[in-house]
């Protein structure tokens, strides 16, 4: 079956400009999270989503950071005015519940120029 | 705050050779994950340690975890050149987010 996709693969963009990533999460899993992975700071929790519930923005780095869910399926992860620190792979993962593994997109590669 | 210490960092190891990767981590936890990274792709989901004792084997590689030690182990058996890649413990806390090791990057040479 379709495993978890993210768009776009590579994004460019300038210092201040605002981004939103995209993930499509595995059809039916109701755990979706937001890894983001760097050189420096290795691989990151940002936040997660369960089911209806408030999500989890503990891992966040700034209020620049955002993301939702709509309707339980597809999220969007959105920076506002970027920062070069923030260029990264961002990656997505689902889970059928949140004890189980989780399932990892091939990831969005973020540079701030 | 839950820590994830991972060693070593490089491995470079002929093939036919065996070894193990260790994985600490700072407090209880009952989840343990394995995966692999290729270079420019994403995560793959190698084992899922859920209880104390417990031990997954696939072909080459055989993954244990101790919760009482705060312990896991990735062990390489006869290593094979397809097995470089860099392997990345994370270990399951609360809300389900993972903590990542920092990663293992293993080498295998002809």
């Known amino acids: 079956g379709a495993g978890v996709s993210q768009s776009p693969s590579n994004k460019v963009t300038e210092k201040g400009k605002d981004v939103e990533l995209r993930c499509d999460p595995i059809?039916?899993?109701?755990?979706l999270y937001w890894y983001r992975q760097s050189l420096g700071q290795g691989l990151e929790f940002l936040i997660y989503?369960?089911?209806?519930?408030?999500?989890?923005k503990s891992g966040l780095p700034s209020d620049r950071f955002s993301a939702e869910r709509t309707g339980g399926s597809v999220s969007t992860l959105t920076i506002q005015r970027t920062q070069q620190e923030d260029s990264a792979v961002y990656l997505c993962?689902?889970?059928?519940?949140?004890?189980?593994?989780?399932?990892f997109g091939p990831g969005t590669r973020l540079t701030v120029t | 705050e839950l820590k994830v210490e991972q060693n070593p960092l490089f491995l470079s190891m002929q093939e036919g050779k065996n070894y193990t990767i260790y994985c600490n981590y700072s407090?209880?936890?009952?989840?343990l994950y394995w995966y692999r990274q290729d270079p420019g792709k994403s995560l793959e989901s190698l084992f899922v340690?859920?209880?104390?004792?417990a031990v997954k084997q696939e072909g080459r590689l055989m993954a244990s975890l101790d919760t009482k030690a705060r312990l896991s182990t990735l062990h390489i058996t006869a290593a094979v050149h397809d097995l470089s890649a860099t392997y990345f413990c994370?270990?399951?806390?609360?809300?389900?987010?993972?903590?990542f090791g920092t990663g293992t990057r293993l080498q295998v040479t002809l």
């Open positions: 993962a689902s889970s059928p519940h949140p004890s189980y593994e989780q399932y």
């Open positions: 059809s039916g899993h109701t755990a």
């Open positions: 989503f369960q089911g209806n519930s408030a999500p989890d």
């Open positions: 407090t209880t936890s009952d989840r």
């Open positions: 340690l859920l209880s104390n004792g």
């Open positions: 994370a270990v399951g806390g609360t809300a389900s987010k993972l903590t």
